[in-house]
């Protein structure tokens, strides 16, 4: 038997042939990374709008919330506010129920109300309003019918907004998709484009790191005197 | 004259890697931290309990309008619990308050002992408290959030900490040890050493594209690297 020799051979190798091997998602990791580095954040976006400009309350004018036809048994009660209309969110198991905080009127969501609230956060015309039963890839983060809401505007804007809570979700545009393509190849998450740590990524990013390693230790081999020559001439240079 | 393209690709990948190299071992380095250890771990749900759910008695609850009459500015009114017992909380500009929702009482912030008692009807594990403390500054690893905050710390080689809010007892946030690793982790990651946020800094980006070309010509490379006529081993 012949015996492993540590030697820079070895390591070659070893480099060549995870190269061979893990060389393609190496490169596509390198690509992927270096455009959502460029992809400006803000651009992107994918943060939800924060709470700051809710309006205050009326302090008197609502339904008891004993009254409600909830149907079944209340697990969590809210009152805020939709646009300008106070109302009530009542958690049951059957799901999430609105109601008209003045009258005691049951609320539904419809595309009228859906596309008041998604304008909230965007001026440009709305182009379509549609209904999506569960999440789609853009609104993946959030369980639950949504509202879909395009917008005619350069970014192509999605507003979704949520049919059971009629909560602002998130707005999705041209850039968002763009990053989240290359997110997708980043993560190798073809499918659902979420889990960074599924067994794949996992595998290959073990074998990388004999790449990155044996590259690394390549480096102090690879580099001969002869390769600074033209540093040391300059700084010669320099002096006479 | 006739480029030798292995000799210029080599040259560009051994020259490039001596710029970048460090940082793509740190790169691939960070990278397996971050898939290896689960995300959900890193984020700390096996740390806490989610809160029961359970059905409020609606007959037995003060009128919201009560409690919007002395906590004016209220933007959202919710009904939930406080160890067990129902509560209405009032979202004001100034922050949250809460009100017992029989009495419709204002009830004072939470004082050391309930948030340690609530910090342990939180924690998932068995491990003591170590200590407790009243944060008017926020530690750079919560700096998304408002002081003051209660900052308890569990025993444990993770140390496990819990962060809640004075005037609810809410959880706010929760970190321990592989969290902050991985901090650091996606600090190294993103080349944004003082805020570990903006993932579009200049050094960053001139790293990626030239990682980039480092790594393409390594696999352009591979084409020279695997001869397919082997020369024939001397006995």
């Given at each position: 038997m012949k015996r492993i020799r540590f030697s820079p051979l070895l390591f070659r190798r070893i480099h060549k042939w995870m190269g061979l091997i893990l060389g393609i998602q190496f490169v596509i990791w390198a690509l992927s990374g270096s455009v959502m580095a460029l992809l400006d954040m803000e651009k992107v976006g994918g943060h939800s709008p924060s709470a700051a400009d809710t309006p205050a309350l009326d302090a008197t004018g609502y339904a008891a919330v004993?009254?409600?036809?909830?149907?079944a048994d209340v697990t969590g009660v809210t009152l805020r506010s939709l646009g300008s209309q106070p109302i009530y969110e009542l958690h049951t198991p059957a799901g999430v129920r609105l109601f008209d905080?003045?009258?005691g009127a049951p609320l539904a969501i419809d595309a009228a109300a859906a596309r008041r609230i998604a304008a909230q956060a965007n001026d440009a015309p709305v182009t379509r309003a549609r209904l999506l039963p569960g999440p789609n890839l853009e609104s993946r983060d959030f369980a639950g019918p949504v509202w879909r809401i395009d917008f005619a505007d350069e970014e192509n804007n999605s507003a979704y907004v949520s049919a059971e809570t009629g909560r602002f979700l998130i707005m999705r545009g041209d850039t968002w998709r763009t990053w989240d393509f290359f997110w997708m190849l980043h993560n190798m998450?073809?499918?659902?484009?979420?889990?960074?740590?599924h067994p794949l990524i996992v595998f290959v990013a073990f074998g990388t790191l004999w790449i990155s390693g044996t590259g690394f230790y390549l480096l102090f081999k690879s580099f001969s005197r002869a390769d600074f020559r033209w540093l040391r001439r300059r700084r010669r240079g320099a002096r006479s | 004259m006739k480029v030798r393209w292995p000799l210029v690709v080599r040259r560009t990948h051994k020259w490039l890697a001596l710029l970048v190299g460090v940082q793509v071992v740190i790169w691939t380095m960070t990278g397996f931290y971050m898939v290896a250890v689960h995300i959900s771990i890193i984020h700390g749900d096996h740390l806490v309990r989610a809160p029961k759910v359970a059905a409020f008695d609606l007959d037995d609850v003060v009128p919201v309008s009560r409690v919007l009459a002395a906590a004016p500015g209220t933007s959202e009114v919710r009904l939930q619990r406080l160890f067990g017992e129902p509560v209405w909380r009032a979202q004001t500009a100034e922050g949250p308050r809460l009100f017992d929702?029989?009495?419709?009482r204002p009830l004072p912030p939470l004082d050391e002992t309930q948030i340690r008692a609530q910090a342990q009807r939180i924690f998932t594990g068995e491990a003591p408290i170590v200590s407790a403390r009243l944060l008017t500054e926020i530690p750079p690893?919560?700096?998304?959030y408002e002081p003051p905050l209660w900052q308890v710390e569990f025993d444990g080689w993770n140390r496990p900490t819990l962060y809640l809010s004075p005037t609810t007892g809410e959880l706010m946030s929760r970190r321990h040890q592989l969290w902050r690793i991985f901090d650091f982790a996606w600090m190294l990651h993103i080349?944004?050493?003082?805020?570990?946020?903006?993932?579009?800094n200049p050094l960053l980006r001139v790293a990626t594209w030239t990682a980039l070309a480092m790594i393409a010509t390594g696999a352009w490379l591979l084409i020279w690297a695997f001869p397919r006529r082997r020369r024939k081993k001397k006995a």
């Amino acid at each position: 038997m012949k015996r492993i020799r540590f030697s820079p051979l070895l390591f070659r190798r070893i480099h060549k042939w995870m190269g061979l091997i893990l060389g393609i998602q190496f490169v596509i990791w390198a690509l992927s990374g270096s455009v959502m580095a460029l992809l400006d954040m803000e651009k992107v976006g994918g943060h939800s709008p924060s709470a700051a400009d809710t309006p205050a309350l009326d302090a008197t004018g609502y339904a008891a919330v004993a009254s409600l036809a909830s149907g079944a048994d209340v697990t969590g009660v809210t009152l805020r506010s939709l646009g300008s209309q106070p109302i009530y969110e009542l958690h049951t198991p059957a799901g999430v129920r609105l109601f008209d905080a003045a009258t005691g009127a049951p609320l539904a969501i419809d595309a009228a109300a859906a596309r008041r609230i998604a304008a909230q956060a965007n001026d440009a015309p709305v182009t379509r309003a549609r209904l999506l039963p569960g999440p789609n890839l853009e609104s993946r983060d959030f369980a639950g019918p949504v509202w879909r809401i395009d917008f005619a505007d350069e970014e192509n804007n999605s507003a979704y907004v949520s049919a059971e809570t009629g909560r602002f979700l998130i707005m999705r545009g041209d850039t968002w998709r763009t990053w989240d393509f290359f997110w997708m190849l980043h993560n190798m998450d073809y499918l659902n484009r979420t889990s960074f740590n599924h067994p794949l990524i996992v595998f290959v990013a073990f074998g990388t790191l004999w790449i990155s390693g044996t590259g690394f230790y390549l480096l102090f081999k690879s580099f001969s005197r002869a390769d600074f020559r033209w540093l040391r001439r300059r700084r010669r240079g320099a002096r006479s | 004259m006739k480029v030798r393209w292995p000799l210029v690709v080599r040259r560009t990948h051994k020259w490039l890697a001596l710029l970048v190299g460090v940082q793509v071992v740190i790169w691939t380095m960070t990278g397996f931290y971050m898939v290896a250890v689960h995300i959900s771990i890193i984020h700390g749900d096996h740390l806490v309990r989610a809160p029961k759910v359970a059905a409020f008695d609606l007959d037995d609850v003060v009128p919201v309008s009560r409690v919007l009459a002395a906590a004016p500015g209220t933007s959202e009114v919710r009904l939930q619990r406080l160890f067990g017992e129902p509560v209405w909380r009032a979202q004001t500009a100034e922050g949250p308050r809460l009100f017992d929702a029989r009495t419709g009482r204002p009830l004072p912030p939470l004082d050391e002992t309930q948030i340690r008692a609530q910090a342990q009807r939180i924690f998932t594990g068995e491990a003591p408290i170590v200590s407790a403390r009243l944060l008017t500054e926020i530690p750079p690893e919560i700096k998304a959030y408002e002081p003051p905050l209660w900052q308890v710390e569990f025993d444990g080689w993770n140390r496990p900490t819990l962060y809640l809010s004075p005037t609810t007892g809410e959880l706010m946030s929760r970190r321990h040890q592989l969290w902050r690793i991985f901090d650091f982790a996606w600090m190294l990651h993103i080349m944004d050493y003082d805020e570990r946020t903006d993932v579009n800094n200049p050094l960053l980006r001139v790293a990626t594209w030239t990682a980039l070309a480092m790594i393409a010509t390594g696999a352009w490379l591979l084409i020279w690297a695997f001869p397919r006529r082997r020369r024939k081993k001397k006995a």
